[in-house]
């Protein structure tokens, strides 16, 4: 794994399981199996789906795409870097997903490099990447947010919600029997509901109409409007790395960003 920044774990609990009905895996009943999954394993979802928004890419070849132009498939958003490690071994499993699934399954490469957009453009082409590569950008960051790691993946549903979320190198296996139980494809996994992670926590932040510890009662719909703008954009001071938002939503007893927050309360209800 590699770190790009400190972060402390939400753990996910279990709350309800299930499992998905058994099926043969004939070729007609969809795609063959790529990778072996063991008879005892199981995928987790979250609880509580995060919509994004309607989000436009543009890849590193200059085609644009929209989130919208994806409902129906299964959608795996992968955070990754050239000089990552993990990352190098893991996209060769994201290839090959991607060429089985390509009927289900809709990859999408964010390059975290900082640097040319013609060097990511190269490492694509030798390692044969068979599915969109765009640029890490504050909008993207925004939808998909607390990455402090590389690789990570988040995984939405067909209707572009945020399921799961994986930090770290990922058994492929796992990506396939999520990718089959979303897409109505026979899978003999059990399946597991969990609490939210620490992504779609900072995910929900995005689009939250209510800060904790803050009262936007008192601002109107414009003011609040640019109120949560702000929150969502200004960084914490408390070292998490996250914006007001996001810290107030992942960490409410934080003392470092409530002031901070309300004082952006404050400027919005006295700018007019």
Not at 3 to 12: E, K, Q, R, S, V
Not at 95 to 101: D, H, S
Request: proline content about 6%.
């Amino acid at each position: 794994m590699c770190t790009l920044a400190a972060a402390t774990a939400i753990g996910a609990l279990p709350i309800i399981g299930c499992g998905q009905p058994a099926a043969g895996g004939g070729a007609a009943l969809g795609p063959e199996l790529l990778f072996d999954a063991p008879d005892t394993m199981t995928v987790q979802f979250v609880r509580e789906p995060v919509q994004i928004d309607d989000l436009v890419m543009e890849d590193v070849n200059g085609a644009t795409f929209s989130m919208s132009d994806l409902q129906g498939r299964v959608t795996l958003v992968n955070y990754w870097a050239t000089w990552c490690g993990p990352c190098r071994q893991e996209i060769p499993d994201l290839v090959q997903l991607q060429e089985r699934y390509g009927d289900q399954l809709q990859v999408i490469g964010v390059s975290a490099d900082e640097g040319d957009v013609a060097d990511v453009r190269a490492f694509a082409q030798e390692f044969e990447m068979n599915y969109p590569v765009v640029m890490a950008t504050p909008e993207i960051n925004q939808q998909f947010p607390g990455v402090f790691a590389l690789p990570t993946s988040f995984v939405l549903d067909t209707e572009g919600r945020i399921v799961q979320t994986h930090v770290g190198l990922i058994n492929p296996a796992v990506l396939e029997q999520e990718t089959r139980h979303l897409a109505s494809l026979p899978t003999d996994v059990a399946v597991e509901f969990i609490d939210s992670t620490q992504q779609t926590r900072l995910a929900d932040a995005a689009h939250a109409t209510s800060i904790p510890g803050l009262d936007l009662s008192v601002l109107t719909v414009a003011q609040k409007e640019v109120a949560l703008q702000r929150l969502n954009a200004e960084p914490c001071g408390c070292g998490c790395g996250l914006t007001l938002a996001q810290c107030r939503i992942n960490d409410a007893s934080c003392d470092v960003s409530l002031p901070l927050a309300q004082q952006v309360v404050e400027e919005v209800l006295g700018a007019d």
